[in-house]
Every structure is written in structure tokens, then in C-alpha cells.
């Protein structure tokens, strides 16, 4: 079955960085969409950053643009999140999804209800 494993979590002071990673197996990500998404405590889960693999197109959404960059590995099936310059707001469990319900999502991606497969998620706690 398919199976995707986020790490890279845990603590960091405002301003550093941190590098998720997200194993994917019994699915290749090669040409397909592949998102991150994070939840706070008492909040909706949000999609943070996201890509089609095939062409290398990324989404982000607004409050991580500029800070975070999606990428990914096809050779170790893999994708990536750097999340640079980070705050305290991006305090929540990140999960990575993937096999994309429909084709062609482009920005879309950035939706949870797209995605068929989820990682268990990894905390990331900022602190001030």
C-alpha cells in the first residue's frame, strides 16, 4: 500500500529554518502532484506549498511565499519543504499528500480534498 513518511520536524527560534522531507513508496511522484499542508491546534489544515512534478510548476500560499520552497528527489522518491525565515505562526504538524484525485489542479493543489495519500504528519514548533 502506499505509504508516505514526513520528517525533518521539530524546534526552531524565530528566523531559522527547517527541512521536511517526505518518503513516498508504492508511488512514484515522478509526474504527479505532491502538497504540503500544515494544522494548528484549533484550526482548519491549510495547504502551505505544493507542485507538480512533471514540470517543476510550484503553488504557495501567500503567508510562506518568499520563505518556503518545495521540492523533490525523483531518484529517492522524495519530496522536500525548506521553510527559511520561519515565525512562530508557522508553529503546527506538517503533512505531505500525494495521488492527486484529478489532473490538471494546478493552484488547486493547494487543497486538501485533492489528495489521496497522507503522511502521518511531523511537529514544527517556533518559538520567539
Given at each position: 500500500?502506499?505509504?508516505?513518511?514526513?520528517?525533518?520536524?521539530?524546534?526552531?527560534?524565530?528566523?531559522?529554518?527547517?527541512?521536511?522531507?517526505?518518503?513516498?513508496?508504492?508511488?512514484?511522484?515522478?509526474?504527479?502532484?505532491?502538497?504540503?499542508?500544515?494544522?494548528?491546534?484549533?484550526?482548519?489544515?491549510?495547504?502551505?506549498?505544493?507542485?507538480y512534478?512533471?514540470?517543476?510548476?510550484?503553488?504557495y500560499?501567500?503567508?510562506?511565499?518568499?520563505?518556503?520552497?518545495?521540492?523533490?528527489?525523483?531518484?529517492?522518491?522524495?519530496?522536500?519543504?525548506?521553510?527559511?525565515?520561519?515565525?512562530p505562526?508557522?508553529?503546527?504538524?506538517?503533512?505531505?499528500?500525494?495521488?492527486?484525485?484529478?489532473?490538471?489542479?494546478?493552484?488547486?493543489?493547494?487543497?486538501?480534498?485533492?489528495?489521496?495519500?497522507?503522511?502521518?504528519?511531523?511537529?514544527?514548533?517556533?518559538?520567539?
Amino acid at each position: 500500500r502506499v505509504q508516505a513518511v514526513e520528517s525533518g520536524g521539530g524546534s526552531a527560534q524565530a528566523g531559522g529554518s527547517l527541512r521536511l522531507s517526505c518518503l513516498v513508496s508504492e508511488y512514484s511522484i515522478t509526474s504527479t502532484y505532491i502538497g504540503w499542508f500544515r494544522q494548528a491546534p484549533g484550526s482548519e489544515r491549510e495547504g502551505v506549498a505544493c507542485m507538480y512534478t512533471g514540470r517543476n510548476a510550484s503553488y504557495y500560499a501567500d503567508s510562506v511565499k518568499g520563505r518556503f520552497t518545495i521540492s523533490r528527489d525523483n531518484d529517492l522518491n522524495t519530496a522536500f519543504l525548506q521553510m527559511d525565515n520561519l515565525k512562530p505562526e508557522d508553529t503546527a504538524m506538517y503533512y505531505c499528500a500525494t495521488g492527486p484525485r484529478y489532473s490538471g489542479l494546478r493552484e488547486r493543489c493547494l487543497r486538501d480534498s485533492n489528495y489521496k495519500y497522507w503522511g502521518q504528519g511531523t511537529q514544527v514548533t517556533v518559538s520567539s
